[in-house]
C-alpha cells in the first residue's frame, strides 16, 4: 500500500489521493450514527502532485468537513434517515423519467406505476396501497390491523428484497398520493432544485460530454457551495411550513457571517443570496410552502465600515483608443480576449452570449452588406437582452477569430474568461483598473455623450425600453423587423452614432 503524503489523506488504486476523516464522536453518539462516520471527498489529485496542489485541496476539504460537521451537528436526527430514503426516491425518479406527482388524481393507478416501474404485477400496487392504508389505520380493530400487515408482508416480499419493495412502495405513493408528492427533508429539496436546474452536483452524476453543459456545471458550482452552505447552518430538517423559521434565522446567521469584519462587500452577500433565495423559491412555487424569508437589512449588519463596492467605471475616449489600436493595430496574439472585448464595447455583450454566435447568426461574410451578429437565438438572461449587435468596427477581425473565441467559451467558466479580459485590457489601456464589464458600462457612456436613438441603443444593448420611454409591445414589435434591410442600415447608422468619437476605427 503507498504512503500517505500528508495527514487525512490516503491512496486508492495505488495513485488517487482520497480526503478522509472521521467525524467528532459527539455528534456521531448525538444521532446515533451507525453508517456516515467517516466523511470522504476525491481530491482530484494523484500522487506525485505537488505540494501547493495538495495543500491548497486540503484546505478545500477541511472547509468542507468543517461545513459537513456543522449540518450534522444542527440536523434534526429523524430527518437524516428519511433523507437517505428520499435521496434514493429522488435517483429512481430521474432513471425511469417520471416526475413526482404525476398519476395524482389518474384513473387505474396501480396500471400506470406497474407500467412505469415494472416493480409488480398488474393489481398487486392498488392491494399495496389498500393494505398499508388498513395496517395504518388506528380506528381499524386490532384483528384487521394485524391481518392487513400480514397480507402487506406477505406481498411485499414476493419477488423482491424488503428494502427494495419499501423503495418501490414509497415510490408509487409519491407518484399517485397528494400527501406524498412532497419531499420529506430540506436535502431533498436541495437535490431536485440542482437537477431541474441542470446543474448537478458533480459528485453524484457523470459529466455530460457536452462542453456547453460542463461549462453550465463548473459555473454553476458557486451557487452549490451557496446552498449547501445555508443547508449547513440550517441543518438536515423535515420540510414543512415551520421551517420558514428556521431558514430565516439561517439566511440572518450567513449575513452576519459573511460580513463579519468586512472582509466582503454587500453587493458580494446580495449575489449570494440570491442563489439562496432562487432554491428557497423554487421550493415555495413547486410545493407551496407558506415560507416568508426576507433578507436582512444587510447595511445595519455590515455597520459603518462595510466594504465598498468596486466600480465598474467606463474607458474614457483616450483609454478606448488605446484599446482599439492594441486589438486591431498589433501582435498581441490573444485573439480571443480580443474578440470579447469588442463585442463587450459594440453592445454589451457578456462572453456567456458570446459563446453562443456562429457566423450564421448575422452577417459577417459580405462586408459589402451592413455587418452585424444578432443575440437572438438562444436563452438570454433576460427577453430584454434578445438584441441586434452592428459591427462598426473589426468586423473582419471579429469573423476571423469568432470561431475559436466560442469554442474556448464553451470550455471555460465565467470566472476564466472574466480574468483573460481585465489581463488583455490591462496591456491594452496600461492601468489595472478596468475589467470586460467596464466595457458594457462604456457603451452606455457613449450613448449618453454622443446621443443615438433610443430605441435603438435598446436593441442593441438589449436594455429594458421602459427605462427610456419604451413599452414592452413596443420593444417586441421593433425586433420582429430588426433584420429587414431598412431598419439594419438605420440601426447601424445608430451604433456608429454611438462610438462616432472613434470613427478612425470603423470598418
Not at 485573439?335 to 462572453?351: E, F
Not at 458570446?354 to 459577417?364: A, K, R, S, Y
Request: some cysteine.
Amino acid at each position: 500500500m503507498s504512503k500517505s503524503p500528508a495527514k487525512y489523506v490516503v491512496v486508492k488504486n495505488g495513485k488517487d489521493l482520497l480526503f478522509q476523516r472521521k467525524v467528532p464522536k459527539q455528534i456521531v453518539d448525538k444521532l446515533s450514527l451507525k453508517s456516515g462516520t467517516v466523511y470522504q471527498r476525491a481530491l482530484g489529485l494523484t500522487l506525485g502532485c505537488s505540494d501547493a496542489e495538495l495543500s491548497e485541496a486540503l484546505v478545500q476539504s477541511h472547509n468542507l468537513f468543517t461545513i459537513h460537521c456543522r449540518q450534522l451537528d444542527n440536523s434534526s436526527p429523524d430527518a437524516l434517515s428519511d433523507s437517505e430514503l428520499d435521496m434514493q426516491l429522488t435517483e429512481m425518479l430521474r432513471k425511469y423519467n417520471l416526475r413526482a406527482g404525476q398519476f395524482v388524481g389518474a384513473s387505474g393507478k396501480g396500471s400506470k406505476v406497474n407500467n412505469a416501474l415494472f416493480g409488480f404485477d398488474d393489481g398487486q400496487i392498488e392491494d399495496l396501497f389498500a393494505w398499508s392504508r388498513i395496517a395504518n389505520d388506528s380506528d381499524a380493530s386490532d384483528e384487521v390491523q394485524a391481518q392487513a400487515q400480514g397480507l402487506l408482508e406477505q406481498q411485499q416480499d414476493k419477488g423482491h428484497k424488503k428494502h427494495k419493495s419499501q423503495l418501490y412502495m414509497r415510490l408509487a405513493e409519491k407518484l399517485t398520493e397528494a400527501e406524498q408528492h412532497q419531499p420529506k427533508t430540506l436535502k431533498t429539496l436541495m437535490v431536485e432544485y440542482f437537477y431541474s436546474r441542470g446543474f448537478e452536483d458533480k459528485q453524484q452524476i457523470v459529466e455530460d460530454p457536452d462542453p456547453a453543459k460542463q461549462r453550465i456545471r463548473r459555473n454553476s458550482q458557486k451557487a452549490i457551495q451557496r446552498i449547501k452552505t445555508l443547508l449547513s447552518i440550517v441543518g438536515e430538517q423535515h420540510a414543512n411550513d415551520a421551517l420558514g423559521a428556521k431558514l430565516q434565522v439561517g439566511i440572518k446567521n450567513y449575513c452576519h457571517e459573511r460580513l463579519k469584519g468586512n472582509m466582503v462587500t454587500i453587493a458580494t452577500v446580495k449575489r449570494e443570496l440570491a442563489d439562496m433565495k432562487s432554491f428557497l423559491n423554487y421550493c415555495m412555487e413547486e410545493y407551496s410552502f407558506n415560507w416568508v424569508v426576507k433578507v436582512p437589512d444587510l447595511k445595519r449588519i455590515a455597520g459603518e465600515g462595510a466594504k465598498p463596492s468596486r466600480k465598474k467605471i467606463p474607458l474614457n475616449a483616450e483609454h478606448q483608443e488605446r484599446f482599439l489600436n492594441y486589438v486591431l493595430n498589433t501582435g498581441h496574439g490573444d485573439h480571443i480576449a480580443g474578440v470579447m472585448c469588442l463585442l463587450y464595447l459594440q453592445g454589451g455583450v457578456m462572453p456567456s452570449e458570446v459563446m453562443h454566435m456562429t457566423l450564421d447568426n448575422g452577417n459577417l461574410m459580405d462586408l459589402r452588406r451592413v455587418p452585424y451578429l444578432n443575440a437572438n437565438f438562444t436563452k438570454t438572461k433576460t427577453e430584454a437582452r434578445k438584441r441586434l449587435v452592428p459591427i462598426v468596427i473589426g468586423a473582419k477581425y471579429i469573423r476571423e477569430h469568432l470561431q475559436e473565441t466560442t469554442e474556448w467559451l464553451k470550455r471555460v467558466s465565467d470566472s476564466t474568461s472574466s480574468a483573460r479580459n481585465v489581463r488583455f485590457l490591462k496591456k491594452a489601456t496600461g492601468t489595472g483598473k478596468y475589467t470586460g464589464h467596464c466595457l458594457r458600462h462604456t457603451f452606455k457612456l457613449n450613448f449618453f455623450t454622443n446621443g443615438a436613438d433610443t430605441l435603438h441603443a435598446c436593441l442593441i444593448a438589449g436594455w429594458e425600453g421602459d427605462k427610456y420611454g419604451h413599452s414592452r409591445a413596443m420593444m417586441n414589435y421593433a425586433m420582429e423587423g430588426i433584420e429587414l434591410p431598412d431598419t439594419l442600415k438605420k440601426i447601424y447608422d445608430s451604433n456608429q452614432q454611438i462610438h462616432r468619437h472613434l470613427e478612425q476605427f470603423f470598418n
